[in-house]
């Protein structure tokens, strides 16, 4: 069965730096998409980035970037320029099968002013 | 806005109590998902339905069911409910089943049981 790890429950940051999330997966497949959601005090959940395993290149979305490591199954999210809008919990998350999305149990990051 | 609308927004109820969410996926998405999400068990997958029919199952207990109209609206219902059962119920809805899609969360239904 595929399985999501994070293994910081919890970060960090000031205002203006930057921070990185890691994520570990575990799958026999080849081709896949990983993902990061935000889920902020709203409680919404929303979509960070998007990386597709057959890609070398690493995803970027503005300030949030991953590096993606596929032999090592790893899937960090690097967030530059932090801002306080950014404290939210972020979600790993992976295709388990069929198409439903298996999540891992998420790092809840705080930005500090 | 996700363009999936879920209602309620909160829902308090009883032990042994039967309750209905309901879902509305983003126009044209046909693909719907049903999650869980509590303090312990984290975000759990409990089913999938694709323009009407069930397409995948979760860890959804048999006290729980849900159906997807031809108007592609979907409803979770949840019968002889227990304290456990209280949790983020999240619905989210994607264009097709392909697993690149990204997948489009409402923003839940908090169900709390007394």
């Known amino acids: 069965a595929q399985t999501v ?6 970060m960090s940051v000031q205002e203006a730096e930057t921070v990185t999330l890691s994520c570990t997966y575990d799958t026999s497949e080849n081709n896949y998409y990983l993902f990061w959601y935000k889920q ?17 290149q690493n995803a970027t979305e503005n300030r949030f970037s991953v590096n993606f490591q596929k032999a090592a199954k790893s899937f960090s999210l690097k967030i530059s320029d932090s801002q306080l809008g950014d404290t939210a919990m972020y979600f790993c ?21 | 806005d ?7 927004k909160h829902l308090i109820t009883a032990t042994g109590q039967r309750v209905t969410l309901r879902c509305s996926p983003r126009s044209g998405d046909l693909s719907v998902y049903w999650y869980q999400q509590s303090l312990d068990q984290g975000l759990q997958f409990l089913i999938q339905y694709y323009n009407g029919e069930e397409r995948a199952k979760g860890n959804i207990l048999e006290r729980f069911s849900a159906q997807q109209f031809p108007d592609l609206h979907s409803e979770l219902n949840l019968s002889s ?23 489009f969360f409402g923003p839940g239904t908090r169900l709390t049981v007394l």
């Open chain 1, 93 to 113: 998350a992976f295709p388990g099968g069929s198409e439903k999305l298996v999540f891992g149990k998420g790092t809840k990051l705080t930005v500090n002013p």
């Open chain 2, 2 to 8: 996700s363009g999936v609308t879920q209602t309620p």
């Open chain 1, 5 to 10: 790890t994070q293994s910081q429950p919890e």
């Open chain 2, 81 to 103: 409910l227990e304290l456990g059962d209280s949790a983020l119920y999240f619905c989210a809805s994607s264009p097709s089943i392909y697993s690149y899609n990204e997948q």
């Open chain 1, 40 to 56: 902020p005090p709203s409680r919404q959940m929303i979509l960070v980035i998007r990386q597709e395993a057959y890609k070398q």
